[in-house]
């Protein structure tokens, strides 16, 4: 099946720019998706992206994508303490409803 | 504003207690819902997808009668951990697709809080 990978922890400073890496086994993923976690709340939808595009960009967030390596990332600009979360990529198949997680990645920022 | 509720937010119960989770779409009709446990520090384990007025599709590994679901309208599902012990204790949350075309994503509730002592 499916596996969906990320690190677990990424520390950035205020202010800088932070980068979020996910890689994925499964090509046929059609849809792939960026939530946040914040602690003892469900997720929050950030940003998506369909198979057929590179590059997707909203206000500070960007996400890019590389179907050849099958790798998936999202950038933050000018990270802020309310960045502070989990991050969870996840991915889904036109053909099927339920989506895969990857592990998350926990985003601190530090002064 | 959410789109997904879920209730109760915390629950602190004997063991041995059942529990009912509900889970509602708001202002949408939800053709699937979705739930799923998460440990602390962990990823979510999906657990079961329910589609209304049908039974609910159990995930690998998961008792069919220890977590009960019902999805009985297009805005409403419940879980319900049936005598629950201390292993069962953990970060519950449910999520519902839009009854739409094309890419749907989902929409997750706040999540529910188990602890069984």
């Known amino acids: 099946g499916e596996d969906v990978e990320q690190s677990l922890f990424l520390s950035v400073r205020e202010g800088d720019s932070s980068v979020i890496n996910c890689t994925y086994t499964d090509s046929s993923s059609t849809y792939l998706y960026w939530y946040k976690q914040e602690p003892g709340a469900g997720l929050q939808l950030l940003t998506y992206?369909?198979?057929?595009?590179d590059m997707k960009q909203d206000q500070r967030l960007t996400v890019l994508l590389n179907k050849k390596d099958k790798h998936l990332s999202l950038r933050i600009a000018d990270t802020q303490t309310g960045d502070s979360a989990i991050y969870f990529c996840?991915?889904?198949?036109?053909?099927?409803?339920?989506?895969?997680f990857g592990s998350g990645t926990r985003l601190s920022i530090r002064p | 504003g959410a789109v997904v509720s879920q209730h109760p937010s915390w629950v602190i119960c004997k063991s041995g207690t059942s529990v009912k989770i509900e889970c509602r779409s708001l202002?949408?009709?939800?053709?699937?819902m979705f739930w799923y446990r998460q440990f602390p520090k962990q990823s979510l384990m999906l657990m079961a997808t329910s589609n209304e007025g049908s039974k609910a599709t159990y995930e690998q590994g998961v008792e069919k009668d220890k977590f009960l679901i019902n999805h009985a309208s297009l805005t409403l599902s419940t879980l319900t951990v049936t005598s629950a012990h201390p292993e069962d204790s953990s970060f519950y949350i449910c999520?519902?697709?839009?009854?739409?075309?094309?890419?749907?994503?989902?929409?997750f509730g706040d999540g529910t809080r188990l602890s069984i002592l």
């Open positions: 202002d949408f009709q939800a053709t699937t």
């Open positions: 992206i369909f198979s057929n595009m």
């Open positions: 999520s519902a697709i839009y009854r739409g075309p094309g890419n749907q994503p989902q929409h």
């Open positions: 996840a991915l889904r198949e036109s053909s099927a409803s339920k989506i895969i």
